[in-house]
Every structure is written in C-alpha cells, then in structure tokens.
C-alpha cells in the first residue's frame, strides 16, 4: 500500500476490449456468451437447449409489413365502375382470417360492409366487398370512388395497402406509393 492509502497496482493491462473470455467463470456461460457473441449462428440442437433453459439468445430481425395485398391502381381501379378489384389470391389470405358464415355470404354474391381505416387521414369509412357473380372477380365498392378515389386523389398507377385488422374487425388502408408526375415543359 502506497502513500495515502492508495493500493499500487503492477501489470494491468489498459488494451479495451468488448469480451474476453477469461472473464467467465465457467463453460455454461461461456457457451452462452459466445452464442450471444455471434448473433445467434447456432445448431437446431443448441437452440433447442436454450429453450429449455428459457434463455433464448438467437436474434430475428423481420421487417413489419402489414400489408396482406398490395396493388397499383389499374385503369379499371379509377374508372366509372367506381369498384377496387381485388386479386383471388390475395383474398384467400383474408379468408383464412374470417368466419365461414362471412365467406359464404361472400361466396353467394350478397357482399359484406366492412369498416376501413385509413391509415395516412386517420378516418373511417366503410367498403362493401363482394364477388361478382358473373367475372367470378372481388370487389370492394359502394363509396369507392367518393371515399378513396377522389378523397385522396388516388390515380392509375398509384399503389395502395390493405390488411385485415382482426382486432378491430376492419381493413386498413394506406397509399404507399404515388404514381410518378408527368413532367411538363413550358
């Protein structure tokens, strides 16, 4: 001990370090540590071991994207017939989310109301979305064109999101990409 009660230290070492491997006490919790090190770049089989520890390291970065379908507007979208046509594959995707009796109403041509919230205005308004027996096609209309078309100013080759909100029994909606401007020269 040096003057003043001051403890004199030899030999350390002032190199920075983010791990070092001799500050583990033991194997377990260096196995976890260097699991943790390399992100979760691990065996099903020490996955599977972390589970049952309830020490789960492995990372999983997904980007959210809500949108269950997304569609550029097409011609026929922003005509007269004042109707979103919605592919079939996409509302299979939204099937599996309703109840049969919901479908089957679908199904038989009679259509449905559903609330829509749009997601950029923060507004609700209300589609009915039905099949057309005839083209076999799907279709949210009834205010279309009032609420969406020309509220929003929506134009061919604008692209548009929707998804089914379960937990509020509605549809979401957004523009998610402008069509490009023609650009005029004077």
């Not at 976890?32 to 390399?38: M, V, Y």
């Not at 049952?52 to 269950?68: F, H, N, Q, Y």
């Not at 559903?114 to 997601?119: I, L, S």
Request: proline residues 3%; aromatic residues 12%; charged residues 40%.
């Amino acid at each position: 001990m040096g003057e003043f009660g001051v403890v004199e230290v030899q030999n350390v070492s002032t190199e920075l370090k983010l791990f070092d491997k001799s500050w583990l006490n033991n194997t377990e919790e260096h196995q976890r540590a260097e699991r943790i090190r390399r992100f979760g770049e691990y065996t099903r089989d020490e996955e599977e071991e972390e589970m049952r520890l309830g020490t789960l390291t492995k990372l999983k970065l997904e980007a959210l994207d809500p949108w269950e379908f997304k569609k550029v507007l097409m011609k026929s979208d922003c005509n007269i017939l004042c109707r979103l046509m919605v592919p079939k594959r996409e509302v299979r995707k939204i099937y599996e989310k309703w109840d049969p009796k919901t479908i089957k109403k679908i199904e038989s041509g009679k259509g449905e109301e559903f609330k829509v919230r749009d997601y950029d205005t923060e507004t609700d308004h209300s589609l009915i979305f039905e099949k057309l027996l005839s083209s076999k096609s799907y279709v949210f209309n009834k205010n279309w064109s009032r609420d969406f078309m020309r509220r929003r100013e929506l134009k061919e080759g604008d692209e548009i999101g929707m998804f089914w909100d379960k937990w509020n029994s509605r549809f979401g909606f957004s523009v998610l990409v402008r069509a490009p401007q023609p650009i005029i020269h004077r």
